[in-house]
């Protein structure tokens, strides 16, 4: 799991990847000379629209799978600080020599 997580840099970058690609399947013209090169550059594009899209997916994923984990194991977690009544009822359990 930890494999998809991106850091901040890497989901900034692939953001920015992803919507290089989506503006140019926005720009392109059809040529009617020469269809097939309209449809490859357009599918070509599309498919790196959809694994950018896929990879920050995810990492999504993996950044939910991680923050649940986390609150999982801090409520878990048990305190070892003694203070209060805590303490003193110890203090008289086990005195100071």
């Known amino acids: 799991m930890a494999a998809m997580a991106l850091t901040p840099a890497q989901r900034a970058y692939i953001t920015n990847e992803m919507a290089i690609a989506n503006e140019r399947i926005l720009e392109l013209q059809y040529d009617p000379l020469n269809p097939m090169k309209f449809i490859q550059e357009d599918a070509g594009l599309k498919g790196q629209s959809a694994a950018f899209n896929l990879l920050l997916t995810f ?10 984990a986390r609150q999982e194991a801090e409520s878990q977690s048990v305190s070892t600080d003694v203070t209060g009544e805590d303490a003193s009822n110890l203090q008289t359990l086990f005195p100071k020599p």
Not at 59 to 68: G, K, P, R, S, V
Request: net charge negative; charged share 20%.
């Open 59 to 68: 990492d999504t994923q993996a950044q939910e799978y991680f923050a649940a």
